[in-house]
C-alpha cells in the first residue's frame, strides 16, 4: 500500500504537477503589499499556499485560499466565509497539536503517565469547552469536508489519475481484496494525514527561509544572483532545472531545514529487544529520534548557531567529512517522509517566484529573537512578519 502512495510523490509524477504548483505559486505571490507602511504575516499565507498546493496533488481539490478576491469575483460571500472557516479550523488543528505543557490535558498526562492518555481523551472530548474537545471538534469539521470529498471523486468515473486520491480510488476498483483495505473512512483519514504532513511542514519552512535570508544580506545577493542568471520572469524552471540548477538555493534549503527543523522528534516502538549504543531495549519501547538535536551537534555542523548555507556546499571540508545521516530533516529507514521531492520542488519553485519579483526585511513588529512554539511540528508564535519590498528587475 506504501508503494501505492509512494509512486504519487516521486520525480516520474513530479513534473506533472509542476503546472498546477506553479499556478498556485504564482496567484499567491503576484500581489504582495508592497507599502512601507504595511507588514505582511507571511507564515499564514504560506500555510495558505501550501494547503491550495496538497489540495490540488492529494486531491484534486481547489481549496481556492490564495485566490485573489474582488467584488465582481465568481466567490460569493458564503464561499469567503467557508474558506476562513476552513483555514481557521485547518490552522488550529496543526497548531494545537502540542507536546508540551500548554497542549490539551490529556497530552500532558500521556507525558506523565502514557497509558492514561487514550481513556483521558476519550473522557475529555466529550467536556464542552476542553482543549480536546475543541480539538475534537475541529478534526470531525475538517474530516467531514474531506469525506465529502473522498465521495464526491468516488462517483466520479473519468477521475483520471493525476492526484493521490484518484489513483487510491483507481487501485480500490481494479484490485481484488483492496476494497475491504481502502475503506471509504481510511481513504478520508489517510487524505487528511497527507493534507497536516504536507502542508505546515512545507509552510513553515518556507517562510523560516524568508525569515533567516531577510537578516543575511550576503546569502540573499548569492541566492538572488542565481535566480537571475537562470533567466528572466518568463522561463520556468522544470522539475530537471530544480534539482539541478540551482545550487546555493540547494543549501539555502538545506541550512533552513537544519537551523529550524520543522519536526524536531520522530518515533518508533522496538518490534524486538534491541541493543543500542549498551542499552538494552524491550520489544515495546518508544524511542525518539530528536532530530532537531542532531542538526545542532558541533561534531557535524561546526559554528551550528549560525546560518551558513556554505556548509552544504558539496566541495566543502564540513560537508564532506559529515556522516550522512546527520542531516536527516525528512527522518529516515523505511517510514522516511514520503513528500520529500515534492515539498522540496514546492519550497524551491516557491522561493524563485519570490526572489524574482521582491526581498523581504523583518517588519519592526517581529520579535527578536523569533519566538517557536514546539508541538508536534514546530511553529511560530507569533509568526513571521514581513516588510515586502519590490524588485526593480
Ligand atoms: C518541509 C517539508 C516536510 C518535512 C520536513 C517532513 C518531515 C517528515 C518527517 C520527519 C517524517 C517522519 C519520518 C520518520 O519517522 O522517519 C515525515 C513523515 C511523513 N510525511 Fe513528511 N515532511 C515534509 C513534507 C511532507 C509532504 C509535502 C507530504 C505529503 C505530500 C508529507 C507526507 C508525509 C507522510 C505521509 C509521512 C508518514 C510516512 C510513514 O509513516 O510511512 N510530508 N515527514
Redesign the pocket.
Known sequence: M?NTIISM?QPSHLSSLLPKMQSIVESATQNLPTSEHEDITFSDLSLKLATDV?GQ??FGFDFGLTKERSLNDSYNAQNDVEVEDFIKQHMYSTTTLKMDLSGSFSIILGLICPILRHPFQQILKRVPGTTDWKVDQTNRKLMSRLDQIVEKRAKDKDRGSKDFLSLILNARESQKGLKNVFTSDYISALAY??LL??SA??SF?ISSILYLVASHLEVETKLTKEIDDFGGHDLMPTTHDLQHNFPYLDQVVKEA?RFYT??PL?AREASKQVEIGGYVLPKGTWIWLA?GVLAKDPKYFADPNKFKPERFDPTCEEDKKRHPYAHI?????P?????IK??IQE?KLTLIHLYRRYLFRHSPNMEEPLALEYGIVLNFKYGVKLKVIKRST
Not at 530533516?329 to 529507514?333: D, H, K, Q
Open positions: 506504501r510523490y496538497i496533488a492529494a494525514e497527507h504532513a504536507g511542514t512545507t519552512t531545514m520543522v519536526s520522530v532530530l530533516p525528512f527522518g529516515i529507514g517510514r522516511q517522509c514520503i513528500g515534492f515539498s519550497i
